[in-house]
């Protein structure tokens, strides 16, 4: 199954990068947004990803044992009060086109595999952002208030991450990830740098921002982003 947009279409994204990154890194060292960030140790198996389903079997997929350096198991949430749209129709809205909420101008959904305008288990996207930070992702499960997506071979990260929304007073919008490197190179950039671990909390920041937006409702508090870091993965997680 092919996982390469037309050349013209990657033309067409790569000339947005540096625009893209230039206006991301503006809004990141200006946002006011307050984050709630807390980091702890971690362990296995308490924080082992989801069970894959079996058509993920002879997919490419990179699970957590594939992966490089210690397992991240991080949860960004948002409260919103106040929306004009339940957790069903968030997730609804969200699986139609998970573009409504991504930053575009520096990563944007692109489906590869499956029917436009819906989400099914089994269809392919990838997430397009600057230089090689391309993610390919596979839909391991998709239901009326929840998708979760494992990471297919070429991307940064082995793992999966899950998004969710759940009504009481409003709703609450959680972004769930189980990750490792997806090699040697990416566990420096992330873990050793940190660069890519903020280019991905910004991202997944922004996309809690949007989906308050969508809601018609408000932020209730900040941003929540729960890290628990797990050094030992068994190699065959």
Do not use: C
Not at 206 to 233: N, W
């Amino acid at each position: 199954m092919p996982r390469k947009q037309p050349f013209p279409r990657r033309i067409a994204t790569a000339a947005r990068w540096p625009v893209g990154v230039t206006l991301t890194s503006w809004r990141y060292m200006w946002r006011i947004t307050p984050l709630h960030r807390y980091e702890e140790v971690g362990s296995w198996p308490d924080d082992a990803p989801p069970a894959l389903p079996d058509l993920a079997r002879g997919r490419d997929v990179q699970t957590v044992g594939d992966g490089v350096g210690p397992l991240f198991r991080r949860r960004y949430s948002v409260r919103v009060a106040d929306p004009v749209i339940d957790a069903r129709e968030i997730i609804a809205r969200l699986q139609e086109d998970p573009d409504r909420a991504a930053p575009t101008e520096f990563a944007t959904f692109k489906k590869l595999a499956g029917e436009t305008g819906r989400m099914s288990v089994g269809d392919e996207y990838v997430v397009r952002m600057p230089g090689p930070w391309d993610g390919p992702v596979l839909v391991v499960q998709a239901t009326p208030q929840s998708f979760r997506f494992a990471t297919l071979d070429g991307h940064l990260e082995a793992g999966q991450i899950d998004f969710s929304a759940s009504d009481g007073e409003g709703f609450e919008f959680k972004i769930e990830s189980w990750a490792r490197a997806g090699d040697r190179l990416s566990n420096v950039l992330y873990h050793r740098l940190r660069m890519s671990k903020e280019i991905q909390l910004h991202m997944w920041t922004s996309f809690l921002e949007r989906v308050v937006d969508i809601s018609g409702g408000r932020r209730q508090g900040g941003l929540r982003i729960h890290t628990r870091r797990v050094e030992h993965v068994p190699l065959d997680a």
